[in-house]
Structures are given as structure tokens and as C-alpha cells.
């Protein structure tokens, strides 16, 4: 084949995972190409105005940890700011912030056009070319004609593949509320043999803010100090908030009602959920409000968060209220809920089916098993949210740059990072429904925690070259003077009075009472940080210590066996003591670790020890050859 034009990388879609996959292959010094529909709509939020939340806001600063761009949008244009869990343990807690989701938007698309390596191609792309064997990727046609020659790509199409979006009764082919699907790219998959899922999910309508009645209303407003996502930025909101005018825009709190669900329940059979229309499974942890009220149905009111879409515009988000309601319907219900009595919608709710490939078929450098440098990320893998679209799409478009610059994959294990435990969660486990990120999915939370994203991964990302040498040695004095208070703290000693006495205790002991921050140091004599985060790191590094080093202890034997990697081309038939059952499975799903190979449903630890002792065998016999 003749082909027009040549790139490094091409990465199909411009959401989420797409901006993320593209910029990271872009930093590597890859000649990227970004095909997508519009490039006006890239970084789109078609969903709720937000990024972060329980584990998505520590995701976020992950990507940043690796130089993304998804800490720095939403920091620059968020409009309110809030640390979710704080009453509860470091481990759980996680930033979330309200965006403009117009100047996020535009955001992105400037970032896109002004990035280095890295070319917009505003187009459809229809057809994936591999080679003579079908083993590897050679290029891309696109709708218009264009053909490219590449080595690596990347699809990250979210909902389009296929989709259908469904209000009551009607149904009619959308990839998002008025953008048309990608119908022809599904055929390449099926003509080389992947199996296809159909997933569903949906969106609220929005709302008129003019015709809400606020002054009911609970109040939910932003943190102040605010926190920010990215390592790098400003404080919050450099946008729209000026020095002396920071001012967050508030959120307001309202619940269904028995007239809500009544409404509701007389008209299951008319949502294309319960009515029969949909086929594709939905996400248990988003679910729509009919779901809700079916499955708990002696809750007597759900809660509803009013989120405004932008600074200046009327579009209000009402989270919790996705359906797949007729429009007419939806009206009468809207208008059961206190404050939206005589709401007016903008535009209705809608569910929305979509083609998936389950991730079973990628290892976890997100490169598909049957054909090489072919990546997949975001929904198309079978996950929910903006923020694990754009940590899959970070690794997808590295593994990518780094295949087509002849260098060694990457991957991200789950005792590093949230991402890690999410792509080992897909690659390993798979999914039968939409996958939803939760801090209790990882057996390593205290340590995988939001505060230090970027001291755990900025030497992995100096190391690939998604951070320069400046902010390398930025972060590397940071971590030395946390370190440096710790050991200050081990010797440095304070006089308490208990029991009429006076005695000596350590710094360290001292901050490990719970009634004790690190704040009130100085009024026993001894110094703190003039450094509001690395106050932060010393002192929960102290006050937990005991916990991390149990949490360390249980998972030492886990860590070890993510290190015994396993030959690519490993024949589990010779191995003795495996069944079949288990030869088959292993070999089906390759495992790159002898953990991933743990974590495989139906592998036990006898199959473990096997495998290790084989392994052992191989290697002695190579030392003696």
C-alpha cells in the first residue's frame, strides 16, 4: 500500500484518554498523529463538569507525577475545590474540584494545538492496516481517504464504537448527544477475531439555573485553603481567580422525593433500561436514578448535587439524576424535587451503548496480545470516568512512543500507583460491568495515598523522560528535606508534665498522639518546616509509621513476586505440576510477573511455587551452558 503521510504514533479519539496518550508519546519525542471528529471538542467533559473524587483525585496526580496535563486544566480552570474524606485517614481522602467545562475545553484544545511532535487530524479514522502475518500494526485509514503509516496505535473512542444513544422509546446513532458514532472501525475488530461487549451509560439533563429556586436549598460550598491537583501549578483556579478575588463558586444540595419515585416506578416500562431496549450493562457504582430506586427501594429520598457547568453560562449539572426516562416523563419528574418545582431542562437525560474489546485481551502495558503495537484505553477498555480514561491513556500512548522508538515497554505495578491497580484490576480480572476506581481496590492504600504521587513516580518518570532534569531536582530536594525533618525528629526532644512530672519524649513520639499535630511543635521548643507540604509528608509519615511498616510486612512476599518476570514466550505445558486447566489459563492471559500470574482467577499458590521452581531450573541450566 501506497501510504499519504507517516507518524510515530496515532492515537484515535481526543477525550480523555486520547489528550493524555497523545501528550505523553508527543513528550517522548514520537511524531504524533491525534485523529478525532472535531478538534474544537477534544478534552470535552459529555458527562458530569468534574475532575477527581475517591481515588480518581489521587489518579489525576499520578498523571501529573508523569508530566500530564489533566492536574494543570483543571487547576487553571475549576471553580471549586474540595479535599473529599478528610474527617477519615490520609489513605482515603482525595482532592475533587468543579470545572468550567468550557474553558477546560478550550484548555485542551490549545494545549493539543501548540504541543511539540504532535499534529491534529480532524477526520475519522475507519480502518486499522497490519502487516502481511496480521501480527503488528502498519497504519491508519481515515473516512476522507488519508492513509498513514505508522508504528503504533493507539484507540481511545469512549462511546462512539457503535453507539446508540437511547430517551424513553427512541433510540437513534450517537457517539455523544449530537456527534455522530463510528460505525465502520467496529468491523475491523470483528474481521480480526476480538469479541465485543455492549456497555451502557448516561447522563442528567441539564438545567436552567434561572428557573431554580436557590434560597430552599442546602449549600455546599468549596475548601478553603482550596488544594490544588498538580505538583507544578499555581494556586487553584489561576483563571478565573485573581490575587484578592478568590472567590469559589458554590454547589447546592437538594433530594428526591415519594412523588420522584412514584413517578418513576409508574414508568419503568417506558425507560429503555427496564423497558427492554438496552442490552449493554451498565456502571453499578453511576448507576441511573430508575436503577436506583428499583434496587433500594425502601430509601425514601436519594440526594441530588446542582453543579453549574461554566462561570457565566445557566447550564446546571444535576448529579445523581441520569435516566433513560421519555422526555416528557422527565419533566414531571425533575419538577417532583424541592428547588426545581418549575425547572426548565435545557436538554434531556439519555443512555448511551457502546462497543468495549474486554481488557483481558491487553497485557499491562495496554498493547493487545493478538496484535502488536496496538493499544487500547478509557471506556473502550470497559472503564468509567474522565480521570481512569486519562491514567490508561498516559501509559497506552508511553508504551506506544517507546515501541515505535525501539525501546523497552513500561508498565506501572499496583503496589506503585492507583493507575497500576486499575490496569492490573482490567488486564488481569476483566469486566462485566463498567469499572469504577475506589481506594479499597487496592491492598497498598496507605501508601498509595494522594499526597505523595510525585514523590513516588518522579523517579520512573525522569527515568522515561516525562520530566526534565530541573523538576527532577526539585522534587529530590524535597524528598531529602523530608527525610532529613523525620531523622530531626528521632532525636529531637520536647518536656511534657504528666502525673505532676516532668519528662522527655522525642519529637517523633510526640507527633504520633493523636491529640498532637505538627503545628503545635514550636510550643514545645522545637522547629517545623516553613513548607506546607513537606509539614504535611513529615507528619503523616510520622503518625502512621506503624501502619505503613504492617502494610509493608504483609505485602513484602507480593512485591517479590512482581519482580520474577516470565519470558513472553513461556510453555506452561511443560511445567510439571500444573493442570491443564491452569496451563490454559496462563497461557491465554500471558502474564508479564509471576504476581500477575497470582492475581489470575483459579491460579493457586501450589501453581505458583511451580512455576517458581521451574523458572529456578531454567536458570541454573542456562548458567551452565
Not at 88 to 94: C, D, E, F, M, T
Not at 238 to 262: D, L, M, P
Not at 367 to 380: D, M, Q, S, V
Not at 437 to 442: G, K
Request: glycine residues 8%; proline residues 5%; hydrophobic residues 35%.
Amino acid at each position: 500500500m501506497v501510504y499519504d503521510v507517516e507518524f510515530d504514533v496515532v492515537v484515535i479519539g481526543g477525550g480523555h484518554a486520547g489528550l493524555e496518550a497523545a501528550f505523553s508519546s508527543a513528550k517522548l519525542g514520537a511524531k504524533t498523529a491525534l485523529i478525532t471528529l472535531d478538534k474544537e471538542k477534544v478534552g470535552l467533559m459529555p458527562c458530569n463538569p468534574a475532575i477527581g473524587g475517591i481515588a480518581k483525585g489521587i489518579v489525576v496526580r499520578e498523571i501529573d507525577a508523569f508530566g500530564g496535563e489533566m492536574g494543570k486544566a483543571i487547576d487553571t480552570t475549576g471553580i471549586q475545590f474540595k479535599m473529599l474524606n478528610t474527617r477519615k485517614g490520609p489513605a482515603v481522602r482525595s482532592p475533587r474540584a468543579q470545572a468550567d467545562k468550557e474553558q477546560y475545553r478550550k484548555y485542551m484544545s490549545q494545549k493539543v494545538q501548540n504541543t511539540e511532535n504532535l499534529t491534529v487530524i480532524e477526520d475519522e479514522a475507519i480502518d486499522i492496516i497490519l502487516s502481511k502475518n496480521k501480527k503488528e500494526v502498519e497504519g491508519v485509514i481515515t473516512q476522507k481517504g488519508l492513509k498513514i503509516k505508522t508504528k503504533s496505535v493507539v484507540v481511545t473512542t469512549g462511546t462512539f464504537l457503535g453507539g446508540v444513544i437511547h430517551i424513553g422509546d427512541k433510540k437513534f446513532p450517537a457517539g455523544r448527544m449530537g456527534e455522530k458514532p463510528s460505525n465502520k472501525l467496529p468491523e475491523f475488530y470483528k474481521r480480526e477475531g476480538f469479541i465485543l461487549q455492549r456497555f451502557k451509560t448516561g447522563t442528567p439533563a441539564r438545567l436552567d439555573k434561572n428557573t431554580i429556586n436557590w434560597s430552599i436549598l442546602e449549600e455546599a460550598p468549596g475548601d478553603e485553603p482550596a488544594p490544588k491537583f498538580s505538583f507544578w501549578t499555581e494556586p487553584y483556579g489561576s483563571y478565573w481567580f485573581k490575587e484578592g478575588q478568590k472567590q469559589q463558586i458554590s454547589c447546592y444540595i437538594t433530594y428526591t422525593t415519594e412523588k420522584t419515585h412514584e413517578i418513576i416506578r409508574k414508568n419503568l416500562h417506558r425507560t429503555a433500561l427496564y423497558g427492554g431496549a438496552i442490552t449493554g450493562i451498565g456502571p453499578r457504582y453511576c448507576p441511573s436514578i430508575e436503577d436506583k430506586i428499583v434496587k433500594f427501594e425502601n430509601k425514601p429520598r436519594h440526594t441530588v448535587w446542582l453543579e453549574p457547568e461554566t462561570v457565566d453560562g445557566i447550564s446546571i449539572y444535576p448529579n445523581g439524576l441520569s435516566t433513560s426516562l421519555p422526555e416528557e416523563i422527565q419533566w414531571e419528574m425533575y419538577r417532583s424535587i424541592p428547588g426545581l418545582e418549575n425547572v426548565v431542562l435545557l436538554k434531556p437525560a439519555y443512555a448511551i451503548e457502546y462497543f468495549i474489546v474486554p481488557p483481558t485481551e491487553l497485557y499491562p502495558t495496554l498493547e493487545t496480545k493478538k496484535i502488536k503495537g496496538l493499544y487500547h484505553a478509557g471506556n473502550f477498555n470497559g472503564t468509567t470516568g474522565y480521570e481512569e480514561a486519562a491514567g490508561q491513556g498516559l501509559v497506552a500512548g508511553i508504551n506506544a512512543a517507546l515501541r515505535a522508538l525501539g525501546k523497552e515497554p513500561f508498565y506501572l505495578r499496583r503496589d506503585e500507583s492507583y493507575i497500576g491497580v486499575m490496569i492490573d484490576d482490567l488486564t488481569t480480572k476483566g469486566v462485566i460491568e463498567p469499572y469504577r476506581l475506589f481506594t479499597s481496590r487496592s491492598e497498598y492504600r496507605l501508601y498509595l495515598r494522594q499526597d505523595n504521587p510525585i514523590l513516588r513516580l518522579y523517579k520512573k518518570a525522569y527515568n522515561l523522560g516525562m520530566i526534565d532534569e530541573n523538576q527532577y531536582k526539585f522534587v529530590k530536594e524535597i524528598e531529602k528535606e523530608i527525610n532529613d525533618w523525620i531523622e530531626f525528629y528521632k532525636t529531637a526532644s520536647a518536656k511534657m508534665v504528666c502525673g505532676g512530672e516532668t519528662k522527655k519524649i522525642t519529637a517523633f513520639n510526640l507527633l504520633q498522639r493523636p491529640q498532637i499535630n505538627i503545628n503545635n511543635l514550636p510550643a514545645y521548643g522545637i522547629d517545623v518546616s516553613d513548607k506546607d507540604y513537606v509539614r504535611e509528608e513529615v507528619e503523616i509519615n510520622i503518625k502512621y509509621a506503624g501502619y505503613f511498616e504492617r502494610e509493608k510486612k504483609m505485602n513484602e512476599k507480593m512485591r517479590h513476586l512482581e519482580n520474577i518476570k516470565l519470558p513472553p514466550d513461556l510453555d506452561y505445558s511443560k511445567i510439571p505440576g500444573l493442570t491443564k486447566e491452569v496451563q490454559q489459563k496462563l497461557s491465554k492471559a500471558k502474564p508479564i510477573t509471576l504476581g500477575h500470574a497470582a492475581r489470575l482467577e483459579g491460579i493457586t499458590p501450589a501453581a505458583i511455587t511451580a512455576i517458581m521452581i521451574y523458572l529456578q531450573k531454567l536458570k541454573q541450566n542456562k548458567s551452565k551452558q
